[in-house]
């Protein structure tokens, strides 16, 4: 009985990641343009926004997966034309380190003070 | 007393408010980021509007000191307002300009050029707006200054003017 359980758990860990491996194109290039900040019209992703440069944008999102680029590629490229803004995920570097740090700054000190609670009542 | 000072500061409050949010209207909320590098200017191909035949960028962009690059539609009226300025600058004889003609149909843009004047040495179609998006544009009017080393040397998102017509000759002085 219990290697029957194994074996329906191993069954369906490979059926999960069968699911994840048949991205499709399409789906991948719906899924890079609500990934990409439309810089014309803003507050909407490329995804949402129907303005000729995201026309555009989209064009060329599926042509570079015609080509065969992966996803993080096409992110690097548009990265190298448009500049870092364009994407949704902000990088971490000089500018951007405060973002960052500063939730897990807040994360830590809010630990500290209810540690300390602990210990006083204890 | 004191319910008098917490209304005046209430008061002040929303008049504070009030002026920030009144003089935000004005502003232009559209944020271009800043690209530092020089890029050098990709390679693409297309057909030129009037002859119909293919031309590769790279047999194009030879044997002139300064390329512009203007991006430009006839349904576009910024492009109408800085025509003018191309114009001017194609008495520059150190200078060439190449158009790319932005999802326009061919009979309008040739209509237009009929209108105001043919400042372009050749003009190239994108039809559908990719080789915009690969040139790192945003949309029309834009013009990029690209040196002898085809590195685009300075980038002008939306249409030229007089400041910038001055700006472009110090450059390619």
Request: charged letters at 20%.
């Amino acid at each position: 009985m219990k290697i029957f359980k194994f074996f329906i758990i191993i069954i369906l860990i490979f059926n999960f990641s069968n699911l994840n491996s048949q991205e499709t194109d399409i789906e991948l290039s719906t899924k890079i343009s609500k990934n990409i900040r439309c810089l014309v019209c803003q507050g909407q992703s490329i995804y949402d926004s129907n303005s000729d440069f995201a026309n555009s944008m989209k064009m060329v999102i599926d042509k570079k997966l015609k080509e065969g680029s992966t996803e993080n590629e096409i992110y690097q490229y548009l990265k190298n034309q448009y500049g870092q803004w364009i994407t949704y995920d902000p990088e971490f570097n000089k500018k951007t380190y405060i973002l960052w740090i500063l939730p897990l700054l807040i994360f830590l000190t809010g630990g500290l003070i209810i540690l300390r609670k602990i210990i006083v009542i204890k | 007393m004191k319910n008098k000072i917490l209304i005046i500061l209430i008061i002040f409050f929303f008049i504070f408010c009030f002026i920030v949010l009144f003089k935000g209207l004005n502003n232009s909320n559209i944020y271009i980021p800043k690209l530092k590098s020089e890029k050098l200017l990709i390679n693409f191909k297309s057909k030129e509007l009037f002859s119909e035949i293919e031309i590769s960028s790279d047999k194009l962009f030879i044997d002139s000191d300064f390329y512009i690059l203007n991006i430009w539609s006839s349904w576009c009226l910024p492009c109408r307002d800085e025509h003018k300025f191309l114009m001017q600058l194609n008495k520059n004889s150190s200078l060439m300009i190449v158009g790319l003609n932005y999802k326009d149909k061919s009979i309008n843009a040739k209509k237009f050029l009929n209108e105001l004047g043919n400042p372009y040495s050749t003009i190239l179609l994108d039809t559908d707006g990719t080789i915009s998006i690969e040139l790192g544009a945003y949309g029309v009017p834009e013009t990029f200054l690209i040196n002898d080393e085809k590195k685009i040397i300075k980038k002008i998102i939306g249409p030229i003017n007089e400041q910038l017509i001055n700006e472009i000759n110090l450059m390619i002085k």
